[in-house]
């Protein structure tokens, strides 16, 4: 995989630069991450992230989603039909990176160019599901 994401990224770091730049964001006209919120981990929640995702400018294909270790074990325990990473990424349909100092309440799709460390590349090739939250 041609990624950006190497061993040095600040996955606390990535995420919150990610969180402030929602296409909300009042007065700006640049191109803005897609965020929305998730309620739990779930494929349902993942599969509505990558929906999302594919409604904006995301190139479908090349998207990876980058999971904390706790939430890709949450996802095997919960969901029946996925015992590991390899079984949630023929799931989805998507590449599945986990990283363990990704934070627990984020989650991202992106396009593996989208980020170089911690810096946003390109904000339209990113989406970013908080979860926890209903709204």
């Not at 998730?38 to 998207?63: I, K, N, W, Y």
């Not at 949450?74 to 990473?85: G, K």
């Amino acid at each position: 995989m041609s990624s950006r994401i190497d061993a040095e990224t600040d996955f606390e770091e990535l995420t919150t630069r990610i969180r402030t730049q929602s296409q909300q964001a009042p007065g700006s006209d640049t191109e803005r991450v897609t965020i929305r919120s998730l309620e739990d981990v779930s494929a349902d929640a993942l599969a509505t992230l990558l929906e999302a995702a594919e409604s904006e400018h995301l190139e479908p294909g090349a998207l990876v989603f980058v999971l904390s270790r706790a939430n890709a074990e949450q996802l095997v325990e919960r969901e029946s039909d996925i015992d590991d990473v390899d079984d949630l990424e023929e799931v989805l349909g998507r590449r599945v990176r986990v990283e363990d100092e990704m934070p627990d309440e984020t989650i991202l799709l992106l396009h593996p160019d989208a980020i170089e460390g911690e810096e946003l590349v390109e904000p339209e090739a990113i989406a970013c599901g908080i979860v926890g939250t209903d709204g």
